[in-house]
């Protein structure tokens, strides 16, 4: 059974930093694509991040400079890490996986790849 356990979320002041993690089982994350996403209150779902198979990785013009992702594939765990916070930042975020890619050299950011989601956590940035 496939699943996706998002972890790290939380309350930070603007500035601040957290690390969100991914947790995945029931497939392998080697030769798998995760995606990270967001999802403000009234706002449309916003592609983040994501990872390819070979690591190439892909940000979204807001974060760049700001969020790095990476992945251990021997914990089966893909991060975020999120520097700089602004309370624009504030959703809940999701990563996604993608196990059928076409390219190890590409990554989705449209969404429609994504196969399996997890259930999100909260991340805040607030004074």
């Known amino acids: 059974q496939v699943q996706l356990v998002e972890s790290g979320g939380g309350l930070v002041q603007p500035g601040g930093s957290l690390r969100l993690s991914c947790a995945a089982s029931?497939?392998?994350?080697?030769?798998?694509?995760i995606g990270w996403f967001r999802q403000a209150p009234g706002k449309e779902r916003e592609w983040v991040s994501c990872?390819?198979?070979?690591?190439?990785?892909r940000y979204v013009d807001s974060v760049k400079g700001r969020f790095t992702i990476s992945r251990d594939n021997d914990l089966s765990t893909v991060y975020i890490q999120m520097n700089s916070l602004k309370p624009e930042d504030t959703a809940a975020y999701y990563c996604?996986?993608?196990?059928?890619?076409?390219?190890?050299?590409?990554?989705?950011?449209?969404?429609?790849?994504?196969?399996?989601w997890g259930q999100g956590t909260q991340v805040t940035v607030s004074s």
């Open positions: 996604a996986a993608d196990t059928t890619v076409s390219s190890r050299y590409f990554c989705d950011s449209s969404g429609v790849k994504y196969e399996y």
């Open positions: 029931g497939f392998t994350l080697d030769y798998s694509a």
């Open positions: 990872i390819g198979e070979s690591g190439i990785t």
